[in-house]
């Protein structure tokens, strides 16, 4: 990021939400869970996103069991959601959806 | 894995924690966290950790953030911590300590 990111409001969130199918605020986070067909699509994706998440130097709170992931983003110095974690989600969001991501 | 994997005892279960430093039984499960020294320690060895679980056909469940890696074992169809389980800890526990996980 070349930008420095930025904290949203809820309402930014709220309209940032409208173009991310599938994701949802939970817990003060960005969340959103992914249904792959296998864990190795599941895997893959994670192995991508990783990649992103490096690049970034921004790093998701993730969890997966087979062919599911669940993501939590969120940025800790700013104490809540901000730019960073809408990129993320966007990238993710691509990612996950060419490896058949639900 | 060639042998069909077994349900183990609780007895069997802490026997065998004996010799797997870190590892411990939560919510019926084998547990471990790792602390690695960065991101990319930590999703390396989740990148090794699932080569294993996929030639396994063993999958963990799993939870990671910036460094740190939290891996849940369990055996679903067998109702319990199998020896897949105590097989997938070794295997894990050496490629966490070849990264220099803790």
Known sequence: MSERPKKLSDGEVEG????LAGWK???GKLHREY???????AFGFMASGALVAESMNHHPE???VYSTVR?????HDLGGISTNDLEMAKR???LARSRGGK
């Open 16 to 19: 940032a939400l409208a173009s």
């Open 25 to 27: 605020v939970e817990n």
């Open 35 to 41: 249904k792959f067909g296998s864990f190795v699509e």
């Open 62 to 64: 993730w969890f997966n």
């Open 71 to 75: 993501i939590d983003l969120t940025t």
């Open 92 to 94: 993710f969001e691509t």
